[in-house]
């Protein structure tokens, strides 16, 4: 079988080169199996191509009490406003980096984006005022007065119009507009009385949905005329309303109760009640990521977050916090260019991304790689580990699963694993010999990845070499056998 092995595999000539850095975006351990098919086949490839499921990091900041979260399209940066602290803090996308504190502001609260001009208004929870702040300088253009009534409530900006809808927290007006052409008050529309608790935007019918906290209505202003042109009966205090592209549907969560309504815009009416068991809930917010189809909603009182699928309204997972939400100034978040979901509250800034992802060099896709090691195996000489010095010593263990499906262990490597010894400074090297096969069923086994650690595996190998081989194949192979299966009765670690 030797000489077979030799004619497949063309020992040492055109020897092939491919690296994958495995990343760790926890702050724990985990375990994973490394190049087997039969579970890692839809693995992240990068930092985009899974939705965030996973706690990753937790920044604790006494006093702070985020209110408003909003994040610039153009760059990606972080707004959060504090109520505590009285200032917006700007992040870069990963929440991770300050990028300026603006201060000097009395009590922000929500934070909504102009897209005309690249400002953000940022409302005041216990003033009437509006300031208006450039996203280039971070210097506040102007603040806006003469509201009826503190900005208590939501607000959005309607790109249409070129309109910012803001909520106050007088009874009867709970609603003002602002254009931003002028950044003056143009319209109050009278609506019933109550506060307008969050606002959602659709650019189909162009009008925007308002939650009126204390009633159990949902209105619905037209922006063409900024009247209030419809309602919506609820079963509860509607506190957050989000809008989806996908199906042209309004997600409702709400103030006390243990359910998400949704609402279909053609008919604005509602189709579909989501329910969830626990206590029940309140709702703070709720933010929609278009690029994976869900709408991850804030439960504060149960201490969760639900992943709502728009695709057939059902909640796919949860999502739980290492630590507890508090019960005040909770806002969420959900970044696109990072593929991040932040959470906010009193005293900590939460970040939610994917547990790891396997990122290949070049035009190397993970999954492909993989996928074509069933069709085409490859034989592997060795294999440079680059990762840190704690990381190089955790040991990889090789797993074959046979044939009829049975997993075992290869006992001719020390402890059933082998550990990469030191080339130089922070790379080490394994040497398979040209023993190794991987075919999708020959994998690296409970490899322990530490927590915020990468590691990259640089695997030398050969490509099997099919015009080698046709005529061997057709000489020793039965009729339909595949050729993985060729490879369990002459591989001898």
Request: glycine share 6%; aromatic share 12%; net charge negative.
């Given at each position: 079988?030797?000489?077979?092995?030799?004619?497949?595999?063309?020992?040492?000539?055109?020897?092939q080169?491919?690296e994958?850095?495995?990343?760790?975006?926890?702050?724990?351990n985990?375990?994973?199996?490394?190049?087997?098919?039969?579970?890692?086949?839809?693995?992240?490839?990068?930092?985009?191509?899974?939705?965030?499921?996973?706690?990753?990091?937790?920044?604790?900041?006494?006093?702070?009490?985020?209110?408003?979260?909003?994040?610039?399209?153009?760059?990606?940066?972080?707004?959060?406003?504090?109520?505590?602290?009285?200032?917006?803090?700007?992040?870069?996308?990963?929440?991770?980096?300050?990028?300026?504190?603006?201060?000097?502001?009395?009590?922000?609260?929500?934070?909504?984006?102009?897209?005309?001009?690249?400002?953000?208004?940022?409302?005041?929870?216990?003033?009437?005022?509006?300031?208006?702040?450039?996203?280039?300088?971070?210097?506040i253009?102007?603040?806006?007065?003469?509201?009826?009534?503190?900005?208590?409530?939501?607000?959005?900006?309607?790109?249409?119009?070129?309109?910012?809808?803001?909520?106050?927290?007088?009874?009867?007006?709970?609603?003002?507009?602002?254009?931003?052409?002028?950044?003056?008050?143009?319209?109050?529309?009278?609506?019933?009385?109550?506060?307008?608790?969050?606002?959602?935007?659709n650019?189909?019918?162009?009008?925007?949905?308002?939650?009126?906290?204390?009633?159990?209505?949902?209105?619905?202003?037209?922006?063409?005329?900024?009247?209030?042109?419809?309602?919506?009966?609820?079963?509860?205090?509607?506190?957050?309303?989000?809008?989806?592209?996908?199906?042209?549907c309004?997600?409702?969560?709400?103030?006390?109760?243990?359910?998400?309504?949704?609402?279909?815009?053609n008919?604005?009416?509602?189709?579909?009640?989501?329910?969830?068991?626990?206590?029940?809930?309140?709702?703070?917010?709720?933010t929609?990521?278009?690029?994976?189809?869900?709408?991850?909603?804030?439960?504060?009182?149960?201490?969760?977050?639900?992943?709502?699928?728009?695709?057939?309204?059902?909640?796919?997972?949860?999502?739980?916090?290492?630590?507890?939400?508090?019960?005040?100034?909770?806002?969420?978040?959900?970044?696109?260019?990072?593929?991040?979901?932040?959470?906010?509250?009193?005293?900590?800034?939460?970040?939610?991304?994917?547990?790891?992802?396997?990122?290949?060099?070049?035009?190397?896709?993970?999954?492909?790689?993989?996928?074509?090691?069933?069709?085409?195996?490859?034989?592997?000489?060795?294999?440079?580990?680059?990762?840190?010095?704690?990381?190089?010593?955790?040991?990889?263990?090789?797993?074959?699963?046979?044939?009829?499906?049975?997993?075992?262990?290869?006992?001719?490597?020390?402890?059933?694993?082998?550990?990469?010894?030191q080339?130089?400074?922070?790379?080490?090297?394994?040497?398979?010999?040209?023993?190794?096969?991987?075919?999708?069923?020959?994998?690296?086994?409970?490899?322990?990845?530490?927590?915020?650690?990468?590691?990259?595996?640089?695997i030398?190998?050969?490509?099997?070499?099919?015009?080698?081989?046709?005529?061997?194949?057709?000489?020793?192979?039965?009729?339909?056998?595949?050729?993985?299966?060729?490879?369990?009765?002459?591989?001898?670690?």
């Open positions: 079988m030797i000489e077979i092995e030799d004619k497949i595999f063309e020992k040492f000539k055109d020897e080169v491919v994958f850095n495995v990343v760790n975006n926890t702050s724990s985990i375990t994973l199996d490394l190049f087997n098919l039969a579970t890692l086949s839809n693995a992240p490839t990068s930092t985009t191509s899974t939705a965030p499921n996973i706690q990753t990091n937790v920044n604790s900041i006494v006093g702070i009490n985020y209110w408003g979260i909003e994040v610039n399209p153009l760059n990606g940066e972080l707004w959060m406003s504090s109520t505590g602290g009285q200032q917006i803090l700007v992040y870069d996308s990963t929440g991770t980096t300050g990028i300026i504190s603006i201060g000097l502001l009395s009590q922000p609260s929500s934070i909504t984006y102009c897209s005309a001009n690249n400002t953000m208004y940022v409302n005041s929870y216990n003033s009437n005022v509006c300031y208006v702040i450039d996203c280039v300088t971070y210097i253009l102007t603040t806006i007065i003469g509201f009826a009534g503190n900005l208590i409530g939501g607000s959005k900006y309607c790109p249409t119009t070129n309109q910012v809808y803001v909520g106050t927290s007088v009874l009867g007006t709970p609603t003002q507009v602002i254009d931003c052409a002028t950044n003056l008050i143009v319209a109050s529309p009278v609506t019933p009385a109550s506060q307008s608790q969050s606002f959602a935007y650019p189909i019918n162009n009008s925007m949905y308002t939650a009126l906290l204390g009633t159990t209505t949902i209105g619905i202003y037209d922006c063409s005329t900024n009247l209030l042109s419809s309602t919506i009966a609820t079963i509860n205090q509607p506190y957050s309303v989000v809008y989806c592209s996908a199906n042209n309004i997600y409702v969560g709400y103030n006390n109760a243990n359910v998400i309504d949704v609402i279909d815009c008919s604005n009416t509602i189709i579909s009640t989501i329910t969830f068991g626990g206590l029940v809930s309140t709702i703070f917010m709720g929609y990521s278009a690029s994976f189809g869900i709408i991850y909603f804030l439960d504060i009182n149960n201490n969760v977050i639900y992943v709502v699928d728009v695709n057939n309204n059902t909640i796919s997972s949860t999502i739980i916090p290492t630590i507890p939400f508090s019960n005040l100034y909770s806002v969420i978040g959900y970044n696109p260019i990072s593929n991040l979901l932040f959470v906010g509250n009193a005293t900590s800034l939460f970040t939610f991304g994917t547990s790891y992802y396997i990122l290949g060099t070049g035009a190397s896709n993970y999954n492909f790689f993989l996928q074509n090691l069933e069709n085409e195996p490859i034989k592997v000489y060795y294999v440079r580990v680059i990762s840190s010095q704690t990381q190089l010593s955790n040991v990889a263990q090789i797993t074959e699963i046979d044939a009829n499906g049975n997993e075992k262990q290869l006992p001719h490597f020390p402890i059933l694993g082998v550990s990469a010894f080339e130089q400074g922070n790379i080490g090297f394994i040497d398979f010999k040209g023993k190794l096969i991987l075919d999708g069923r020959t994998y690296l086994s409970n490899y322990i990845l530490n927590a915020n650690e990468s590691v990259i595996f640089e030398h190998y050969t490509q099997l070499n099919r015009d080698a081989i046709k005529s061997i194949f057709s000489k020793i192979l039965p009729k339909k056998t595949p050729l993985k299966g060729f490879f369990d009765d002459y591989v001898e670690m």
